[in-house]
């Protein structure tokens, strides 16, 4: 093999695998013994305004991880239909979206698909949301088990699973969201893997409704 295809041979090797159903997942890169003060040069570095790629940091490693069109979709599918339940329900939120969350003591960082405050605007999120179209990297249960939010929703194989902070400190899965107990899950499911926009919003707000 030539010099000049080998780098671009390899590259091709260390891309992820189309999904299952053929759409194109997220990729991750883990790069460990980073130090603190590295991990923010690097942060800095890339920019503050930037598309991408998201940083997480967990003592010492760093996951560096660009999105797809398909995490992209079903994150905009699934805030969306929250933006619609926080209408319908009459509840107070602050959105909270991508914003980086950093505790230098705690050795974490996070850039979240999307967060919220529910009722107060505090500091960090109450409610969080990963997408996860393929597995391995950082552990961000752990990172935002750390930050001491109260609830993660994971995206992940078609599935949403729901993870409620105990009074142990520890994420506990669940049916259903303490935070928004009468959301039911598989409403959302359902809907996100609606392909057309309108017809997802219109089948989740109906869903809403008939749940009153």
């Not at 299952?20 to 920019?47: H, I, Q």
Request: proline share 6%; net charge neutral.
């Amino acid at each position: 093999m030539s010099e000049i295809g080998a780098p671009e041979r390899v590259a091709e090797l260390l891309r992820p695998e189309p999904l299952a159903d053929g759409n194109e997942p997220e990729e991750r890169f883990t790069v460990c013994g980073m130090s603190w003060e590295r991990y923010l040069a690097f942060d800095k570095a890339l920019g503050d305004d930037r598309p991408g790629p998201r940083l997480y940091y967990l003592d010492g490693e760093v996951e560096i991880m660009t999105t797809s069109n398909e995490h992209e979709r079903i994150k905009k599918w699934i805030g969306d239909f929250l933006a619609d339940y926080f209408v319908d329900r009459g509840v107070e939120i602050t959105p909270r979206g991508q914003a980086t969350v950093r505790l230098a003591l705690k050795k974490a960082g996070a850039e979240p698909d999307e967060s919220w405050c529910i009722g107060t605007e505090r500091k960090l999120p109450d409610l969080v949301l990963e997408i996860a179209l393929t597995s391995g990297g950082i552990n961000k249960l752990e990172i935002h088990r750390r930050f001491k939010v109260p609830e993660v929703w994971l995206w992940h194989g078609g599935k949403l699973e729901i993870f409620s902070l105990d009074r142990s400190g520890k994420y506990t899965a669940v049916k259903k969201s303490p935070l928004l107990p009468d959301l039911n899950p598989s409403l959302i499911e359902h809907c996100v893997a609606i392909r057309s926009w309108q017809q997802a919003r219109q089948a989740f707000r109906k869903g809403l409704s008939q749940r009153k």
